[in-house]
């Protein structure tokens, strides 16, 4: 599914994030930066050792921010680790943490030249968040982001699997229509 703000494109695909061949593709890390399961595993796997490298000289990263690194063996330049929040129960600031997640990865996209950056469905997996509600977040804040920064051209949200895609193509269809 496509969707086009001004010059910009927002994508929703199923598949690997691994694989994309865009500027900067996201990594939903943990705040040590130092490798975790999931789509972190699978990046640190796919990147080669030289990434965990350089995430050792980083300090690593609070909730809600990012910081960027090369992308070593990867086809993106670069990737933009970002740490998104545990959910608890929706009332300990997770809206607001997994919003500027986002924002600072497109932030960071911006400031690097990146015209093209792929990202997870941040917090989904182990940090629990609710799939709808984190889908809800996720494409506002891209939509908003999008709308006042023409730098940036695609945007490609990859999910993964047929269940969760089915999910945020139905939330991003309903919020376009809103
Ligand atoms: P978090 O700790 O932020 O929840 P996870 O890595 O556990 O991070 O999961 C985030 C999302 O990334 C989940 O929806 C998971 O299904 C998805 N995911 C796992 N591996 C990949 C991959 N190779 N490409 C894209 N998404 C992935």
Redesign the pocket.
């Known amino acids: 599914m496509k969707t086009h703000i001004g010059d910009a494109v927002l994508e929703l695909v199923e598949?690997?994030?691994?694989k994309q061949d865009v500027d900067a593709i996201v990594n939903?890390a943990?705040s040590s930066l130092l490798g975790?399961?999931?789509?972190?595993g699978?990046i640190h796997r796919a990147a080669g050792p030289r990434l965990l490298a350089e995430c050792r000289t980083l300090g690593g990263c609070a909730t809600g921010g990012a910081k960027i690194t090369h992308g070593y063996n990867l086809k993106a330049r670069h990737v933009i680790h970002t740490v998104?929040p545990v959910y608890r129960d929706g009332e300990h600031n997770e809206p607001a943490l997994l919003a500027s997640a986002y924002r600072t990865c497109l932030e960071l996209a911006s400031q690097n030249h990146c015209a093209s950056i792929a990202f997870?469905?941040?917090?989904?997996?182990?940090?629990?968040?609710p799939t709808e509600d984190a889908a809800r977040i996720a494409f506002r804040t891209i939509l908003d982001y999008l709308s006042a920064h023409s730098e940036i051209k695609l945007v490609r949200y990859?999910?993964?699997?047929a269940a969760?895609y089915a999910v945020h193509q139905r939330v991003l269809e309903q919020m376009l229509a809103e």
Do not use: Q
């Not at 975790?36 to 972190?40: E, F, L, Q």
């Open positions: 598949g690997d994030i691994t939903a943990n975790g399961g999931g789509v972190d699978a998104g997870p469905a941040i917090s989904t997996g182990v940090y629990g968040y990859v999910l993964y699997g969760p």
